[in-house]
């Protein structure tokens, strides 16, 4: 039982490019999130997906996109990097929403 | 709307001290209250939880009570060890059910 995980771990990019951050769980949750977490900022929540097929914005949404792939994989979108998207992103899941979240990892980007 | 309010860190212990970390809460309804752990490079891991006023929720020494009447959730260990040193998350619930709402953390350094 892996949890939750997530690629990659470490990414640079430069201002302008885009990549995906993989995110997947074999718990059989229906829910995930997506969450950035800034020094002094604690972690806020980008997007998140109560169920397979349905995403919402959550408080930090924009420059990012997401994508429910299906029941266990749900993917962050950068479409043009910028120096303020360098964070560390998280994902979790939860079995329903207002149960307790569980966490991958972590990916850490820093655009320059 | 819906915040967590947590001490300022960091907290400085020496092995075998008294912890306390505060946390409170601004909340419409009643929300689910959590304390999540950060260890260095990992991802957050859930220590335990409360779902109704009077809860006690405990886990690995460990202990917070739901208070709804001073809106607090503080985090209490009696004996702390070195390898609790980490960063601790208070959380909850938000009005919708949404999503989790943090507080910013507390940096927990604990000495032998």
């Known amino acids: 039982n892996a949890g939750v995980t997530q690629t990659p771990k470490f990414q640079v990019l430069k201002t302008g490019q885009s990549m995906t951050l993989q995110c997947a769980q074999d718990?059989?949750?229906?829910?995930m999130y997506w969450y950035r977490q800034d020094p002094g900022m604690g972690l806020r929540l980008i997007y998140y997906s109560a169920s397979e097929g349905t995403t919402d914005k959550g408080e930090v949404p924009n420059g990012y996109n997401v994508s429910r792939l299906n029941k266990r994989e749900f993917s962050l979108r950068l479409e043009s990097a910028a120096p303020s998207q360098t964070s560390v992103y998280f994902c979790?899941?939860?079995?329903?929403?207002?149960?307790?979240?569980?966490f991958g990892p972590g990916t850490r980007l820093t655009v320059t | 709307g819906d915040s967590v309010t947590q001490m300022e860190g960091p907290v400085t212990l020496s092995e075998e001290a008294f912890l306390t970390i505060n946390c409170t809460y601004t909340?419409?309804?009643?929300?689910?209250l959590f304390w999540y752990v950060q260890y260095p490079g990992e991802g957050l891991q859930l220590l335990l939880k409360a779902t109704k006023a009077d809860d006690k929720g405990s886990n690995k020494g460990f202990e917070a009570t739901y208070r709804k009447e001073t809106t607090s959730f503080h985090l209490e260990k009696g004996s702390v060890q070195v390898s609790d040193s980490a960063v601790y998350f208070c959380a909850l619930t938000n009005q919708a059910g949404t999503a989790l709402i943090f507080g910013k953390g507390t940096t927990l350094s604990v000495s032998s």
């Open positions: 909340a419409t309804g009643y929300p689910s």
């Open positions: 979790a899941s939860s079995e329903k929403m207002r149960l307790e979240q569980y």
């Open positions: 718990m059989n949750h229906n829910s």
